[in-house]
């Protein structure tokens, strides 16, 4: 081929050579835009995989204990990784947030008593178990509402909740389970933790910050050893001081504890996926309302350069022969958010919480007050149960600092109404002492005051009712035939058993009355 004919061919190349198609800066950015959401929602689905695959982590078998033997449950780094995913859920996540202040507000929020930390009635030297509780630390660390909810919180989180327990100066201080690198466990039943190696920094500015110790669990009997030495290295141990542990959710073999937010962190990821994804399908919704239909492809460029220079609400189309606006069939819907419950539902029950509740949302069980309240007696037994968990891990602080296991009580969980207890009460009389019955009006009115003073106006009231005690008439509560209750008919009992009840009311109220005079009397003479 000569010069020419290359030159020529060259030439006839450009000439046929198709234009590219360049997308206007609109289109561009609308392609980078769904781009970008793409990744972010591939990144989202595979977290909320990743977080179901909690479930099947098979429990893997602990390694590296003392005793050498390899033990069932989650390891140190498996309990602490999932914590890493609960914790920030707990204070930024919704259903997390939500569940584990249920939970608080069931165990804590109508209070704890624990015997022989009250306030005594009088002057006098305050009770060595009386100091501890109000001491300002254990205040702090365990024993005020504050305290309540973090470990409440700790529990959720990390499943694993320790106090270390200083039996020299009788201080209580909180472990957070990150800082445990180690366990010593029982040779015989390595499920019982008998020491936990904790590392720290303590912040102290020097070279030398990081510290490692050893801290002997309530558990161990014997004699204690002041160090503990593996693969050369040896590490002390915590002097006077003893961890009280308290860990949830184990099974028989487990040696450590399960976080009560791991059954529901998945479920809990899905449901705030769900919704955002709906919030999504609306912003979508709200911005295609009508649809164009165009019998050329002019038309169709027209358009959609048109559509894409609008930016206002409301305006007006004009259109050409062969065009037609319609509304999308979708317009004026939004999505149906509802269908994400019982996604919900399944958090609700792994944390033992009504879906109602978890959502804060009424209609959640149907708007119906029964449906409300089907599930609130098995989920207040598994409140109980982790409130009997909670006495347990108290009356072990106070064992091992030296005093008896007192008796911790909690308060119901749902306060009574006033009315009808004051009316049981008054039902019950009877059977209660005049300091009894003080002592619990007391406690109903919410009245600071000595039980022990009974007033007289008490005395002769309870007196006068026990002696006018009425019985209620046979009849009474059911029909006589003229469409009204019974009206204390005599029941075939003769005129003089009707008349010795009524000599027997007179009898009682002179003696009230004879009761009353002779109180007017003393009170006349105290004020002379």
């Known amino acids: 081929m000569t010069n020419w004919d290359q030159a020529t061919y060259e030439a006839l190349q450009e000439d046929i050579r198709v234009p590219e198609v360049i997308p206007n800066e609109a289109v561009q950015r609308q392609i ?3 781009q970008h959401e793409n990744e972010g929602l591939k990144e989202s689905i595979a977290e909320v995989r990743a977080m179901m695959g909690y479930e ?32 920030p859920r707990v204070a930024a996540g919704s259903l997390p ?29 305050i009770k060595a178990i ?74 102290d500015g020097t070279a030398n910050s990081v510290k490692t110790l050893w801290y002997y669990t309530s558990r161990f009997e014997g004699k204690r050893q002041k160090s503990f030495t593996k693969n050369s290295v040896t590490v002390p141990v915590a002097e006077d001081t003893t961890i009280v542990d308290l860990r949830v959710n184990r099974q028989v073999g487990h040696v450590l504890g399960i976080p009560d937010g791991l059954a529901g962190l998945a479920w809990s990821e899905a449901y705030g996926q769900i919704m955002q994804y709906g ?28 559509i894409a220079n609008f930016g206002d609400h409301g305006g007006t189309a004009s259109m050409i022969q062969g065009q037609d606006l319609t509304a999308v069939s979708t317009a004026g819907r939004g999505y149906d958010f509802s269908q994400a419950r019982p996604v919900s539902a399944m958090a609700a029950s792994a944390w033992n919480v009504s879906n109602m509740d978890l959502l804060n949302d009424s209609s959640a069980a149907g708007s119906s007050y029964g449906s409300a309240n089907a599930l609130v007696g098995g989920n207040r037994n598994a409140m109980l149960l982790m409130q009997k968990q909670w006495a347990d891990f108290y009356k072990d602080i106070f064992e091992v600092m030296g005093y008896e296991r007192p008796a911790v009580m909690f308060e119901p969980f749902e306060a009574p109404d006033k009315y009808r207890e004051m009316q049981s009460l008054k039902l019950a009389q009877d059977g209660l002492s005049d300091e009894e019955y003080r ?68 009898m009682a109220n002179e003696d009230f009355l004879e009761r009353f005079e002779e109180l007017l009397n003393r009170a006349e003479a105290i004020g002379k």
């Not at 973090?150 to 389970?177: H, M, S, W, Y």
């Open 32 to 34: 980078a835009t769904l």
């Open 56 to 87: 099947d982590l098979g429990w893997q078998l602990i390694a590296g204990v003392t005793s050498g033997d390899r033990l069932e449950g989650l390891e140190i780094d498996e309990v602490q990784a999932i914590a890493e995913k609960i914790a």
């Open 97 to 125: 947030k939500r569940a584990v202040d249920l939970h608080s507000g069931f165990n804590w929020g109508r209070g704890c008593y624990i015997e022989g930390t009250e306030k005594p009635s009088g002057r006098g030297t």
């Open 130 to 203: 009386r100091r501890f509780f109000i001491d300002k630390t254990n205040q702090e660390a365990v024993f005020s509402d504050a305290a309540h909810e973090e470990l409440q919180k700790a529990r959720f989180i990390t499943g694993n909740v320790l106090a270390a327990c200083n039996t020299k100066t009788k201080k209580v201080d909180r472990i957070p389970f990150n800082q445990i690198v180690g366990i010593k466990v029982d040779k015989e039943f390595p499920e019982k933790v008998i020491a936990y190696q904790r590392k720290w920094d303590t912040q």
């Open 279 to 306: 919030q999504v399908v609306n912003e979508s919704l709200a911005k295609i309302l009508f649809k164009v239909t165009n019998s050329t492809k002019q038309g169709v460029q027209s358009t959609g350069v048109k």
């Open 439 to 506: 002592m619990k009006i007391l406690d109903i009115q919410d009245i600071s005051g000595d039980p022990t003073k009974i007033p007289e106006s008490l005395k002769v009231a309870a007196d006068a009712a026990k002696a006018a005690v009425q019985q209620a008439a046979p009849d009474q509560g059911q029909s006589n035939g003229t469409n009204s209750g019974g009206g204390g008919a005599n029941d075939q009992r003769s005129d003089t058993i009707s008349s010795s009840e009524a000599l027997r009311r007179e």
